[in-house]
Nanobody, 124 residues
Framework: QLQLVESGGGLVQPGESLRLSCLASGFTLDHYAIGWFRQAPGKGREGVLCISGSGDSINYASSVLGRFTISRDNAKNTVYLQMNSLKSEDTAVYYC?????????????????WGQGTQVTVSS
């Protein structure tokens, strides 16, 4: 059964870091692109970063440029989202999702499976 499980969220102060993990099962991770998304209270779901099957990354959110990075460890079936210099506006539920294909298409409609999400709260 295909499954994505996020972990690593929590409460941090502004300026601190967190690393989120997305553990995949039920499929061959390096055959697909994986995206990270977030949804803040009262707002729509926003794309953050995507990583292709070959490891190339695409940034979907200019607000995280230079602060967030995405990586994957295919041996561990895991995709990571490293978040540095966190700001209060980064507070959201973060989701990882499986893209239909090998490359990051940039289209929300190409993501076929989603994790349950992990809460990130940045507050002093």
């Amino acid at each position: 059964q295909l499954q994505l499980v996020e972990s690593g969220g929590g409460l941090v102060q502004p300026g601190e870091s967190l690393r989120l993990s997305c553990l995949a099962s039920g499929f061959t991770l390096d055959h697909y692109a994986i995206g990270w998304f977030r949804q803040a209270p009262g707002k729509g779901r926003e794309g953050v970063l995507c990583i292709s099957g070959s490891g190339d990354s695409i940034n979907y959110a200019s607000s995280v440029l230079g602060r967030f990075t995405i990586s994957r460890d295919n041996a561990k079936n895991t995709v990571y989202l490293q978040m540095n210099s966190l700001k209060s506006e980064d507070t959201a539920v973060y989701y990882c999702a499986l893209e239909r294909g090998y490359y990051c298409s940039g289209s929300l409609h190409e993501y076929t499976h989603w994790g349950q999400g992990t809460q990130v709260t940045v507050s002093s």
